[in-house]
């Protein structure tokens, strides 16, 4: 009985927490404006990718639906050590997360994964792929990141993970194509 309990606990707040980030992204997304561009996805798949968007934040309003339209942003909350991942490389937590991202994604949408670690000094992690990468190199030069972490998954796949709030310094009205 306090497993059941203690499981409807942790959705709570990974539900919670996924709300908390939709604000935080309709904030970056309308340079403070608005905070309800985006919300956390209900409801069932089926209805979601019919509005294609099968991700875990939707847009609410049409300002957001150029960022949706692009990207499908992937939501995960874990207890995780970057380190253990890295040493078990394509058998990590993080890149089944891409993995599974990459297969359910929408069309040929880019990727981006946010990541809550819930350790006690856990903050948000955002990963994306070697595309959106170089796509931000272009924009913002080598300092879009100064805590950048390229991680070499295995010899075809890179993963570059950063945080969050490194992900929020960004312009969001540059050019996402």
Avoid: C, H
């Amino acid at each position: 009985m306090g497993t059941k309990a203690g499981a409807k606990k942790g959705r709570e707040k990974g539900k919670r927490w996924e709300k908390q980030f939709a604000q935080e992204l309709s904030l970056w997304w309308s340079d403070g404006r608005d905070k309800s561009i985006f919300r956390r996805s209900i409801g069932s798949r089926a209805v979601v990718e019919a509005e294609s968007q099968a991700r875990d934040i939707i847009a609410m309003k049409q300002e957001g639906f150029d960022f949706t339209s692009r990207f499908d942003i992937e939501l995960k909350d874990g207890q995780i050590s970057l380190w253990k991942n890295f040493l078990k490389g394509k058998d990590s937590e993080i890149y089944k997360w891409w993995e599974l991202a990459e297969i359910e994604k929408v069309g040929n949408k880019g990727i981006i994964l946010v990541i809550k670690n819930s350790s006690k000094r856990g903050k948000p992690l955002v990963v994306i792929g070697e595309e959106m990468y170089q796509q931000l190199l272009s924009f913002f030069g080598n300092k879009f990141s100064e805590r950048l972490l390229k991680w070499r998954v295995d010899r075809e796949n890179w993963l570059f993970i950063f945080p969050w709030e490194d992900w929020k310094e960004l312009d969001p009205k540059i050019s996402w194509e």
